[in-house]
């Protein structure tokens, strides 16, 4: 897409604003990302300066999010090159994280308040989120609201902060389209969830059920724990390397219980709810499109 | 100072803001620092809603940078107490870190367009400044300018924010307390470079001698460096765990080439710079006397 080119052109200017060869150097070695919050911003709000610039802030601080990330997950990979802190070291990453945090912060501080507020509030929701996502595995949750709200800060809350912005700049309804992008990463995230039990370890690039096994008790396991009678043979399994046994039996209570089929159909629920929250918009056949294939998918 | 008191609450209402009970116990594990940035602000503005609003998030900001540092440092302690990354982890460092910057980012966004603009700026400015200060440890350092615009970016660049968006708020001369603000900032981070080697390792905590051990050259180093007809005997000390005559014979060079006296005569002409600059503006003795003690000081 010409227009994501244009948001990339406007990333590299705002980082060359800073004047330091070193940060563009390490901007060039970052992986491109499939810049989702930068299509949605633009199918909302269309292209002009301003809407660009918002996508050039947001992708930033995405960026600079996954920077931190890496540190604190000691990844070797994103996006199947070598993250920054591979190649360099952990204080490279962090630093040049903070370095497109505040740039992108110091950009929003000059666009129009209410768009600076509620993006830039929507990073303290996503580091609360990912301070909650290590804390929430330290022992088996089965709090659902503790895992809604965790995944609501650490993987909705930008994309809210994306939808809902780029309706401000563009004048429509910013409820209707917060509630979209809500409920899109909202989705996405179980979606994520689901596919690590279904797919197979060569199709996720790593290893199946591995969310159980480092501690996330993501949505087919809560179903599941309170579906159980035997709770504690599913507790037993938490966080352990799992041999195929285990594997099969994990999965063939998520069939007979439903746990599975129902987590397909919760985010296929909040999926309904965010097209139902835009239809009465014009030209949203794109976004109506992206969340069907999403929540249409074969898992 | 009750003020300073003022401060702490709001830094406390802004985080209870956030929701995360969390955050808030972290908060109360962070060792309380000397505020300086607070008086600094406090006493070119005065007091009001606005003025804690801005030392609050200055605060915020300088405490995040604090929590981004012990992780990249691998510090166990600060000022005296525990670090956040010592007492549970790097993640809880990082990630706390971000929530602070990125609360006062959003508190930033809803004060003066150009209030929020130098202070986040800043944040980029020390970012990069940090980077650099890494860098410059990877090989003998004998460039001045480099030295001079890393320690104006890493130390200065936020007590300058600081200085301008004060007088901005009252409505005194921006150019002339940001003056202010930066070489305070600079001859701070020379007086701490200076005492590194002219205080006994009893009065510092620490190794003396510690930063040129750690890669640092420093302004003292940079003089001498320029001054000696060996070279090539100082280069060869870089980086090594000194002895105790070689720690003798850096400090008769030191005293020989005038390298010292000339670092401190140095940071005595940005403080008196900084002291002229503001010396048309009323009631200032007490920033002409923080200046002074800090350049009059014994060494």
């Known amino acids: 897409m010409e227009e994501l080119s244009q948001v990339k052109q406007q990333i590299k200017s705002f980082i060359q604003d800073c004047g330091d060869r070193r940060s563009l150097e390490l901007f060039d070695l970052l992986a491109q990302g499939k810049m989702l919050r930068s299509k949605l911003i633009l199918k909302i709000a269309g292209i002009n300066k301003e809407t660009i610039e918002l996508c050039a802030v947001v992708e930033m601080i995405h960026a600079a999010s996954l920077l931190?990330?890496?540190?604190?997950?000691?990844?070797?990979?994103?996006?199947?090159?070598?993250?920054i802190n591979a190649l360099f070291?952990?204080?490279?990453?962090?630093?040049?994280?903070?370095?497109?945090?505040?740039?992108?912060?110091?950009?929003?501080?000059?666009?129009d308040k209410e768009v600076a507020y509620i993006v830039s509030n929507a990073v303290t929701l996503l580091s609360i989120g990912e301070l909650a996502d290590v804390e929430l595995t330290n022992k088996f949750n089965n709090d659902y609201d503790k895992y809604f709200d965790m995944i609501y800060k650490k993987t909705a809350s930008l994309i809210e902060a994306s939808a809902k912005a780029a309706a401000i700049l563009s004048n429509k309804d910013k409820e209707a389209y917060a509630l979209y992008g809500r409920n899109l990463g909202l989705a996405f995230q179980m979606v994520d969830d689901i596919l690590d039990i279904t797919q197979d370890s060569k199709t996720l690039g790593k290893p199946a059920m591995l969310d159980f096994v480092e501690g996330k008790v993501t949505i087919p396991y809560l179903l599941l724990h309170q579906r159980l009678e035997d709770?504690?043979?599913?507790?037993?399994?938490?966080?352990?390397e799992l041999i195929i046994e285990e594997i099969s039996w994990i999965k063939q209570q998520m069939d007979e219980t439903k746990a599975l089929e129902d987590s397909i159909k919760l985010a296929q629920k909040l999926g309904l709810e965010a097209i139902e929250s835009i239809k009465n918009n014009n030209n949203n056949e794109e976004l109506v499109g992206i969340m069907k294939a999403m929540i249409e998918r074969k898992f």
């Open 68 to 83: 931190h990330d890496d540190v604190i997950d000691e990844a070797d990979t994103r996006r199947g090159k070598p993250s």
């Open 89 to 111: 070291d952990n204080k490279t990453s962090i630093m040049f994280g903070d370095i497109l945090y505040s740039k992108a912060f110091t950009q929003l501080s000059q666009m």
């Open 231 to 240: 709770k504690n043979k599913l507790e037993k399994l938490y966080k352990k």
